[in-house]
């Protein structure tokens, strides 16, 4: 598995996607995958575990238009239907998952055998930008 190499100052949101604004539990980074946690703040998404594995959007901005968070500040999220462009080397029409990495994006499933749960996070819509579009992959192989 590979993760996704994301530039922080360049991740956005493209128009026409709406993003949605929740509470960071961790430092989350531009371009970092987040799942919303028991406490119902945002934390990095990772596929080590079933429900971190569970990713609803990409950080597209941290406060004040930086580059870095800390927990408790406030995140905006690019959720279903967004497009988010800011990472490189993507392959066109191929899906992304949530990374066996906190908050990083992999290009390659996760190895099931592994303990690892498999959680897309959506489909490289070009080589910088990904559709954010999450669901368990459980359902595309049937």
Same mark, same amino acid.
Request: aromatic share 6%.
């Given at each position: 598995?590979?993760? @996704? ?11 026409? /996607? ?20 028991? +406490? ?7 596929? +080590? ?6 990713? @609803? ?28 462009? /800011? ?22 499933? =996760? ?14 819509? +070009? ?6 579009? =999450? ?8």
């Amino acid at each position: 598995m590979a993760d @996704v190499t994301v530039v922080a100052k360049d991740v956005r949101v493209l128009p026409g /996607g709406a993003t949605h604004r929740k509470v960071a539990a961790a430092a989350a980074p531009p371009g970092s995958a987040v799942y919303i946690a028991a +406490d119902a703040r945002v934390d990095l998404a990772d596929a +080590d575990a079933a429900p971190s594995s569970m990713a @609803v959007g990409i950080v597209v901005s941290a406060p004040r238009g930086g580059l870095t968070n800390v927990a408790g500040d406030t995140l905006d999220i690019a959720g279903p239907g967004c497009l988010v462009t /800011g990472f490189t080397g993507l392959t066109p029409g191929t899906l992304v998952y949530a990374s066996t990495t906190g908050g990083a994006i992999a290009d390659t499933r =996760p190895a099931g055998s592994s303990g690892d749960f498999a959680w897309v996070i959506g489909m490289a819509w +070009d080589a910088t930008t990904i559709l954010v579009m =999450p669901f368990s992959d459980i359902f595309a192989a049937l």
